[in-house]
Nanobody, 124 residues
């Protein structure tokens, strides 16, 4: 079993940057694909980015391509998401999730374990 724990959220002005971290407990956490999702008030949870367990493949939502970068350090059992050029529409609770599948996925139903989320607020 894997338990993701997010950190790094906060309040930032438009155009600013934040780095989210997701520490995944569990002996086998480095063998899980990891994803970031977000949910804004009144909206459904949406995919943001994901990284394969080996770190050699990443996928992104079109809305964040070129601005967000997902990475991982398996020695630290931690996944990161660097968010640059933030926009007010990026405001949401950001969730980290773990998936044991063979390939990275953008579908939340694929992910077995979820963190509690961290709030990101971008002011205009």
């Amino acid at each position: 079993q894997v338990q993701p724990v997010e950190s790094g959220g906060g309040l930032v002005q438009a155009g600013g940057s934040l780095r989210l971290s997701c520490a995944a407990s569990g002996r086998t956490s480095s063998s899980y694909n990891m994803g970031w999702f977000r949910q804004a008030p009144g909206k459904e949870r949406e995919f943001v980015a994901a990284i394969r367990w080996s770190g050699d493949r990443t996928i992104y939502a079109d809305s964040v391509k070129g601005r967000f970068t997902i990475s991982r350090d398996n020695a630290k059992n931690t996944v990161y998401m660097q968010m640059n050029s933030l926009k007010p529409e990026d405001t949401a609770v950001y969730y980290c999730a773990a998936d044991r599948g063979m390939e990275v996925a953008a579908i939340p139903q694929r992910y077995e374990y979820w963190g509690q989320g961290t709030q990101v607020t971008v002011s205009s």
